[in-house]
């Protein structure tokens, strides 16, 4: 489902990925755990084609090496949902509104299946009530969770987290590993990075751990899924 | 998914009403410029065409020509160059006499001397100074006739002044062109800055640029539409205001006005999308 290659990315003098290669499966829970800077966004910004490595080939997918044009890009990016640790909600819409616009996005549905589907989603991650609220009226943990129902409106392949529970405090972090651990349950594959070992060790799925720009594996190739349980909080 | 593009249109109209509005006036500046300018050829058209319509040709006939050749030569004409009408020698002479008046310069002359003719309304598309000198030419070639007359250099003078009159026009329309092209390229890449969060959240949630550019487009297409209509009421006002000082003074016919609004929208359309394919490329990664 998405290869690495031998795949390299600097930024100028500074490499951020380091001749890496790995492969995620369909429906595979997958955390890449890391410190600040180790390269775990440049990993996942390399597989929605945000930035193009500087070596090495990306398939993703019937997506496969080189650089894709800005519709194939977005087709791409169409095929996968992605959870952001600023959530990337739009503040001037309301919580519906923020999931609605990813099914007309998705383009999959029709006008009548929008509605519909975006309040399922809001029911699955427990936001039914609030969908008539902005997201700055929301907790963090509710901002998190909104994005995660955008993120599997249009039930994608794939799910990608990016430090998704980075501004929440405990217990919403937990909320948040649980709906992603259920949406893995349900047939998604997971891909999560992570700076904080207890939220891998929560979420479980196989490790990888980015060390430098490089890349090792930590645990055998499977998948499974502990409870989740509350991470302590970032520096406790 | 058209509705839901309107609304796009219509939110961004509401959260950036200033810039909206900015871009509507100088669009309507603009396009009343432009409409002074087709103002101006219309009418110039118009009288023009009434002056053309008075074009035509005298044909002298020879005093020789009977009146079977003179049919022959009228049937010929039609087949040829247009309608033509006989004037006798006596038709003539009334005429003659009717526009100089003092019956003793009419003694003085004595008999009559002026030759039978036919006048020739040419069709329209030989009203022009080089079909009209062929035409004299042709005709100067049947026996019948001893000689043509169609005021070459005034119809000479008046081609050319039209022909002035629609390069002028096309100039302006350019211009106009290049402005609406200038002016709503800023604008949209204003517009989309200031929406730069979203066309960014958009972009990473996999929109195609169409997705992005659709409410964008709607929008100026609104706001030229606006300004297309301001700018025909502030034309109406000048044309009434001319009106009232100068006779015959018209406002553009109604496929005129459609199609001023129609060139308007079509140009926005075309600029927007360009425009917009330009700026995407550089606000969403």
Known sequence: MIQFEHVSKRYGERLALDDVSWRMNEGEAVCVLGHSAAGKTTLLRLITHETQPTSGTIAIGTFRGGRLSRAHRALLRRTMGVIYEDFRLLSDRSVFENVALAVRIGGCFSESDVIPRSLRALEEVGLHGKQAALPGELSYGERQRCAIARAIVNRPAVILADEPTGALEPKSAADVLALLQRIHREGAAVLLGTTRPEVADAFGGRRLILEEGRLREASPAHSFMPPATAPAPEGA | ?285
């Open chain 2, 1 to 285: 998914m058209h509705l839901f593009f309107w609304r796009e249109a219509w939110r961004s109209f509401r959260a950036h009403r200033g810039l909206a509005l900015t871009t509507a006036f100088s669009l309507a500046a603009a396009l009343t410029l432009c409409g002074i300018f087709l103002l101006i050829c219309w009418n110039a058209g118009q009288a023009l065409a009434w002056i053309g319509d008075r074009r035509e040709m005298i044909v002298y006939l020879s005093d020789d020509a009977g009146e079977a050749q003179v049919k022959s030569l009228q049937a010929k004409i039609a087949e040829l160059y247009g309608s033509s009408t006989f004037v006798s020698r006596a038709q003539a002479w009334e005429e003659f006499s009717a526009q100089v008046g003092d019956p003793e310069i009419l003694k003085a002359v004595g008999t009559n001397p002026l030759p039978a003719s036919l006048r020739v309304r040419l069709r329209p598309a030989l009203q022009n100074f080089t079909a009209m000198e062929e035409c004299a030419r042709q005709l100067e070639q049947f026996p019948e006739v001893e000689g043509v007359r169609f005021g070459g250099e005034w119809v000479r003078r008046l081609d050319a002044l039209y022909q002035d009159a629609r390069r002028a026009a096309i100039a302006v329309g350019v211009i106009v062109a290049l402005a609406i092209v200038f002016v709503l390229h800023n604008t949209l890449r204003l517009a989309v800055l200031a929406r730069r969060t979203q066309v960014e959240t958009m972009t990473k949630l996999g929109a195609s640029d169409h997705f992005i550019a659709m409410p964008f487009v709607i929008e100026a297409l609104l706001e030229t539409l606006a300004a297309s209509l301001l700018a025909l009421l502030l034309l109406f006002g000048l044309q009434q205001a001319l009106a009232q000082r100068m006779d015959g003074v018209g406002f553009l016919p109604p496929v005129w006005t459609l199609s001023f609004v129609g060139s308007a929208l079509a140009l926005t359309w075309a600029a927007s999308s360009l425009a917009l394919t330009r700026i995407l490329r550089t606000v969403g990664a």
